[in-house]
């Protein structure tokens, strides 16, 4: 039960896109279409953002959008906004589950 | 409202036990598989225990395995985790999380309770 691997943080101004990878392995995040990703604000606790590699829970915007391509699923932030900045995390199902290790998000 | 609301959680010395539960509300609880997930300070989350709906299926990280029982009382819209053994690096906030069948995402999040072992 290896934690992914996402990198430790990225940036970028508002109303430009970013990517956060997520690396796993042929046991996970390539085995399954089943990689989720999740927001955190400080103190607060984790909220879905995509579901199955791909779908968006009811209410959550369409600037974020997730893909996958072999052993590395990728969340997409478009359009990015002030309160887009957060902690975000990927897990994939694996058997159990296993999350990435988390990107910190700063809108500059 | 679909809500999930943890409690149990406290200061207990190194090797003590604990039992935390999740109250849920909202939706039928007795239809979806559920998890525990825990965030050390300033660290990341991590997975710790699911069991499904009907309990047949039960799995936990190898962190906790041996000294974590996960359980659930559909009768009473709950969910546990006695927590045994507990070492220094178990302190953490502990979130349960609803699962998207099946296994899809956790859709639906508790406000996490904290435990913090030490001597």
């Known amino acids: 039960q290896s934690a992914l691997t996402q990198p430790a943080s990225v940036s970028g101004s508002p109303g430009q896109s970013i990517t956060i990878s997520c690396t796993g392995t042929?046991?996970?995040?390539?085995?399954?279409?089943?990689v989720s990703w999740y927001q955190q604000h400080p103190g607060k606790a984790p909220k879905l953002m995509i579901y199955?590699?791909?779908k968006r829970p009811s209410g959550v915007s369409n600037r974020f959008s997730g893909s996958k391509s072999g052993n590395t699923a990728s969340l997409t932030i478009s359009g990015l906004q002030a309160e887009d900045e957060a902690d975000y995390y990927c897990?994939?199902?694996?058997?159990?589950?296993?999350f990435g290790g988390g990107t910190k998000l700063t809108v500059l | 409202e679909v809500q999930l609301v943890e409690s149990g959680g406290g200061l207990v010395k190194p090797g003590g036990s604990l039992r935390l539960s999740c109250a849920a509300s909202?939706?039928?609880?007795?239809?979806?598989?559920m998890n525990w997930v825990r965030q050390a300070p300033g660290k990341g989350l991590e997975w710790v225990s699911s069991?499904?709906?009907?309990?047949?299926?039960?799995y936990y990280a190898d962190s906790v395995k041996g000294r974590f029982t996960i359980s659930r009382d559909n009768a009473k819209n709950s969910l546990y985790l006695q927590m045994n053994s507990l070492r220094a690096e178990d302190t953490a906030v502990y979130y349960c999380?609803?699962?998207?069948?099946?296994?899809?995402?956790?859709?639906?999040w508790g406000q996490g309770t904290t435990v913090t072992v030490s001597s």
């Open positions: 199955e590699g791909s």
């Open positions: 069991i499904s709906s009907s309990s047949s299926y039960i």
């Open positions: 999380a609803r699962d998207i069948p099946p296994r899809k995402g956790m859709d639906v």
């Open positions: 909202g939706f039928t609880f007795s239809s979806y598989s």
């Open positions: 042929s046991s996970d995040v390539g085995s399954y279409n089943l």
């Open positions: 897990c994939s199902y694996a058997g159990s589950r296993v």
